[in-house]
């Protein structure tokens, strides 16, 4: 029986583990969809 296995990945902006269906890359960057913020107004990005 085969097993998952979860990522490994860490959120830059939080460094929890990011799972594939949160998962959002910018600049070779993992991020959590919820944490990819603007620094500025906190506002999500897309």
């Known amino acids: 029986m085969a097993t ?3 990522t490994q990945q ?3 902006a939080c460094n929890k583990t990011v799972y594939l269906v949160d998962k959002l890359t910018a600049d070779n960057r993992v991020f959590h969809k ?3 913020r603007c620094h500025h107004c906190k506002g999500t990005l897309k």
């Open 4 to 6: 998952f296995q979860g």
């Open 10 to 12: 860490k959120c830059n």
């Open 34 to 36: 919820a944490c990819f």
